[in-house]
């Protein structure tokens, strides 16, 4: 039992607790619209539905997917910075402890895979967090040298496929290429008879089937980890920098970066 004046209380930052429970009500209403979704869809593909869930789904898509992930990612790197202040302050090793909870974090993810789910991401936020561990010690310039270049990869990868598929879709063979794709993919988050399928598939069946979804998905996944260990190496700085701590001394830098 920890006392309400105990070291390990007193470490503890209010806001960090308020914001993963922000952050994990938002995870949890996107997951709840892709499993619920009218016809089998998912949130970021639109199918025929009445003109009420479409403006729910649009509202969702603009203000909640994506968004809390990315918030979820930064307070990672935050607490990982709080660790290697409390080893430091404890005089105990900080790689031995972040090995085993990256370890720990990895199994946690293997066997949310295996036994309930295959959009899992804690096996990528393992991997990353390994990853995390060769920039604890780096210079404040070397991390926003590296948040600078993961962010801007992916992003310039995403702008020339959209142009690229922009293009595509102007000329005549592109439009019916892309038109096919469109109905194949409504076509098959629509199949409710797979969906069904699933659904009676037994325990020790659904294993094997979740397995082979999250092989299929992992290229998907692993294309994630640069914009996520940028989002890790944020929250390094914010927390080794005190930020988090002197919140209310920042207010004036919040308001002119929250836009």
């Given at each position: 039992?920890?006392?309400?004046?105990?070291p390990?209380?007193?470490?503890?930052?209010?806001?960090?607790?308020?914001?993963?429970?922000?952050?994990l009500a938002?995870?949890?209403?996107?997951?709840?619209?892709?499993i619920?979704?009218v016809?089998?869809?998912?949130p970021?593909?639109?199918?025929d539905i009445?003109?009420?869930d479409r403006?729910?789904?649009?509202l969702?898509?603009?203000?909640i997917?994506?968004k809390?992930f990315?918030l979820f990612?930064?307070l990672?790197?935050?607490?990982?910075?709080i660790q290697?202040?409390?080893?430091?302050?404890?005089?105990s090793?900080f790689f031995?402890?972040i090995?085993r909870?990256?370890?720990?974090?990895?199994?946690?993810?293997?066997?949310?895979?295996v036994?309930?789910?295959?959009?899992d991401?804690?096996?990528?936020?393992?991997?990353t967090?390994?990853?995390?561990?060769?920039f604890r010690k780096?210079?404040?310039?070397?991390?926003?040298?590296?948040?600078?270049g993961?962010?801007?990869?992916?992003?310039?990868?995403?702008?020339?496929?959209?142009?690229?598929?922009?293009i595509?879709?102007?000329?005549?063979s592109?439009?019916i290429t892309f038109?096919n794709?469109d109905?194949?993919?409504a076509?098959?988050f629509?199949?409710?008879?797979a969906?069904q399928k699933?659904?009676?598939t037994?325990?020790?069946?659904?294993?094997g089937?979740?397995?082979?979804?999250y092989?299929?998905l992992?290229?998907?996944?692993?294309?994630?980890?640069?914009t996520v260990l940028?989002m890790?190496?944020?929250g390094?700085y914010?927390?080794?920098s005190?930020f988090?701590?002197?919140?209310?001394?920042k207010m004036?830098?919040l308001?002119?970066?929250?836009?």
């Open positions: 039992m920890q006392l309400p004046n105990s390990e209380n007193q470490e503890r930052v209010g806001v960090l607790d308020v914001l993963r429970g922000f952050a938002g995870i949890l209403v996107i997951n709840a619209m892709s619920l979704a016809k089998g869809s998912t970021a593909f639109t199918v009445p003109p009420a403006a729910v789904q649009d969702i898509l603009f203000f997917e994506s809390f990315t990612s930064l990672f790197g935050i607490g990982f910075a290697i202040q409390s080893a430091e302050r404890q005089g090793a031995p402890r090995s909870r990256m370890v720990g974090l990895l199994l946690f993810g293997i066997l949310h895979i036994l309930l789910w295959d959009g991401i804690l096996v990528i936020y393992a991997i967090g390994i990853l995390l561990i060769a780096s210079s404040y310039s070397r991390i926003k040298r590296w948040v600078i993961l962010l801007a990869v992916p992003g310039v990868l995403v702008l020339v496929i959209f142009l690229y598929t922009l595509a879709r102007l000329t005549s592109g439009a038109a794709s109905r194949s993919l076509k098959e629509a199949n409710t008879e969906i699933l659904l009676e037994g325990f020790i069946g659904g294993i089937e979740r397995i082979s979804t092989v299929e992992s290229p998907l996944l692993l294309s994630r980890i640069p940028a890790f190496l944020i390094l914010l927390g080794r005190n988090i701590r002197e919140l209310p001394e004036e830098i308001r002119k970066v929250r836009f």
